[in-house]
């Protein structure tokens, strides 16, 4: 059964739509990141459910109770903002304490909880600092204890690592998917960051444009992307368009190439699509004269990520990304002619039927 | 190992200078206000024993300080909730407020003074006869702009949004958000609103004088006109007092942890 439900939520400045009728359904101690570019409504969506802002449209429900016109200090929902945002007159302690102490809990009550969350989120020892003499991922922590101080019904998170270098913020997404499965409190997490939201997340929701483009496990996302802006948003894609020109073999013509897409197969006679191959699956090699599945084309550049290189091949009107081992990128310098191979079984298809030519390159 | 900051010569004369210029006058008021009231000659404390010696001297004093701390009061209970409303939910309306609070610097006081009497005229006697009534309302709008801007700094120095979303988020309602939250963190600008003000209200002498208040700066053009040694006196005890005031004020704005240092973790 449903925890947190936000249904057919909408939410006009102007004449922009920030959210257009958007419906989540998460069950109780699940964790859902919203995923999307700046200007989605990501952030317009989390603030609805913490109560700073209402809806035009729609209702939120949580635990069965409608909270749409409740307000924020009535909402038990706790929340870790993006800035900083500890009460600088107090200290570590005192913060964390603050909720608490609305709530007029007892003094040794208090002292307990705020003495088990420094230790939970490794600040056992800063207890009594105040936030300037805190380092950015120290605050967040604190920030996080304060929020769950007070026992919230739904733990709100809107990018809390952003202000963070990349270091404290992978450990830190680390923490905060351990204390959230500790503790089984129902999260909702707003980043822009794809990697953040497919490392710790149950469920992802990608939004675009105030609606959500797809829902599913972070598997799901990366694997099947259901839109051409999924597609695009969570990881990396290679993106061909072509025409199915025989839908029973399954072939797709791309620049006059033809490729064996096994999920092409039963897509109707000239049916426009999109082929979607992630970089790690197209597999490179040096030109050996072309071959069935085979794009011909040039590197163009090499750019060293750590775990793998990135190569960027030009072929014809598309130019191809593909992931290798640095040793294997060694044969294949900038300049070489190469053959790209679209694996058929790996690859992916989108309908582009209904969608616009221009909304298709905007991407 | 602590590291000594070595002051640059240049620097050295300026500051010698700067001192020079505020020392000197004080140093000659204290030398001819030590002249004997009677004979003209030095040194004797006989002017500061006839300044103390005057109930007026007393009873100005203590008005004009109880005035200050009345427009003090007024002012932040007035002022502290609209420049926070104004941060938080009207920021179109903060230029119309700070044009209007530069009016009272543009308007000068003998004319401010005669407009307040006549709006004022017909109000109770009560109100319109007391010090504490007109005159208190006269001196809150000649402090507005010292209060105004000094709080308006200090709501710009603190994320006003962040802050009082996360104290409501925590269950505090509004009353507890400013009295928690947003008054600790701005305790340095209005502290400085409040010693401006205080400064401002035992010195003003246009608006006492031409309203028919006997207030401290009357009481000192008084003693001016009569006594120009006991004026010297009470110059320096006057300057003396508002130090002592405004040091108090700053010990009592200070006592608790915390304060200016945290504006920076505000961000």
Redesign the interface.
């Known amino acids: 059964m449903a925890y947190l439900e936000l249904q057919k939520l909408e939410r006009d400045f102007g004449t922009v739509k920030a959210l257009d009728g958007i419906e989540i359904s998460l069950g109780e101690g699940e964790f859902l990141s919203l995923l999307g570019p700046s200007g989605c409504g990501k952030t317009t969506a989390l603030r609805l459910v913490a109560g700073f802002d209402r809806p035009d449209g729609g209702r939120i429900v949580v635990d069965g109770r409608d909270v749409t016109n409740i307000s924020p200090n009535k909402r038990d929902m706790g929340m870790v903002f993006q800035a900083y945002s500890l009460f600088p007159n107090m200290t570590a302690r005192q913060n964390i304490e603050f909720g608490l102490r609305i709530r007029r809990q007892e003094k040794a009550g208090r002292t307990k909880r705020v003495d088990d969350l420094l230790e939970l989120v490794g600040l056992g020892h800063a207890g009594d600092r105040y936030p300037h003499q805190l380092s950015g991922g120290m605050q967040q922590r604190v920030a996080l204890a304060r929020a769950l101080a007070i026992e919230p019904r739904v733990l709100l998170l809107d990018e809390p690592l952003s202000a963070l270098d990349a270091k404290v913020r992978v450990q830190l997404r680390e923490e905060i998917r351990r204390i959230q499965l500790e503790l089984g409190i129902t999260t909702l997490y707003v980043t822009h960051d794809q990697e953040e939201a497919l490392a710790i997340s149950d469920h992802v929701a990608v939004m675009y444009g105030g609606k959500i483009e797809q829902m599913g496990s972070p598997a799901d996302m990366y694997s099947s992307p259901a839109t051409p802006f999924v597609a695009e948003f969570v990881g990396t894609m290679n993106r061909l368009e072509g025409v199915v020109v025989d839908g029973a073999a399954g072939h797709v013509e791309h620049a006059g190439i033809r490729l064996n897409v096994d999920a092409a197969r039963g897509r109707q006679h000239q049916e426009r699509v999109l082929v979607l191959v992630r970089p790690e699956a197209l597999e490179l090699a040096a030109e050996n004269g072309g071959g069935a599945n085979q794009l011909a084309g040039e590197v163009i550049s090499q750019t060293f990520l750590g775990p793998v290189t990135r190569l960027k091949v030009s072929s014809g009107a598309a130019t191809l990304i593909a992931d290798m081992s640095a040793a294997r990128a060694q044969a294949l310098p900038v300049g070489a002619r190469v053959s790209a191979t679209v694996p058929a079984a790996d690859a992916r298809l989108l309908t582009l039927e209904g969608v616009a030519q221009a909304a298709v390159e905007e991407l | 190992m602590t590291v000594r900051r070595r002051i640059a010569p240049s620097a050295a004369v300026w500051i010698f200078l700067g001192v020079l210029y505020f020392i000197l006058p004080l140093i000659g008021t204290l030398i001819f206000s030590l002249h004997s009231i009677d004979t003209g000659k030095c040194c004797t404390l006989a002017a500061y024993g006839y300044i103390f010696h005057q109930s007026a001297f007393w009873h100005t004093i203590r008005l004009s300080f109880e005035l200050a701390l009345e427009t003090i009061a007024i002012s932040l209970v007035l002022f502290v909730p609209t420049v926070y409303l104004v941060h938080l939910k009207f920021r179109k309306l903060r230029p119309v407020l700070a044009f209007m609070a530069l009016i009272p610097f543009v308007v000068p006081p003998i004319v401010l003074v005669v407009g307040l009497l006549d709006v004022y005229r017909g109000t109770p006697s009560w109100y319109y006869d007391h010090p504490f009534g007109f005159l208190g309302t006269a001196y809150v709008i000649l402090a507005f702009p010292y209060m105004f801007f000094a709080l308006d700094a200090g709501f710009r120095a ?2 006003v949004h ?2 009082t ?9 509004w009353l ?1 958000t400013l009295v ?2 947003i008054l ?2 701005i ?1 340095t600008a209005a502290l400085a609103g409040s010693f401006l003000t205080l400064a401002t209200v035992m010195g003003e002498f246009t608006i006492a004088n031409l309203a028919q208040f006997q207030t401290f700066p009357i009481f000192l053009d008084l003693i001016n006109e009569t006594q120009p040694y006991g004026a010297a006196a009470l110059t320096l005890i006057s300057f003396g007092i508002t130090w002592a005031a405004m040091l108090s004020l700053l010990f009592i704005g200070r006592k608790r ?3 200016g ?7």
Do not use: C, F, H, W
Request: hydrophobic letters at 35%; a positive charge.
């Open positions: 603190i994320d962040t802050l979303e996360a104290s409501q988020n925590l269950g505090a309602s507890t928690k939250v600790p963190n305790r942890g915390g304060g240092r945290l504006i920076a973790g505000a961000r």
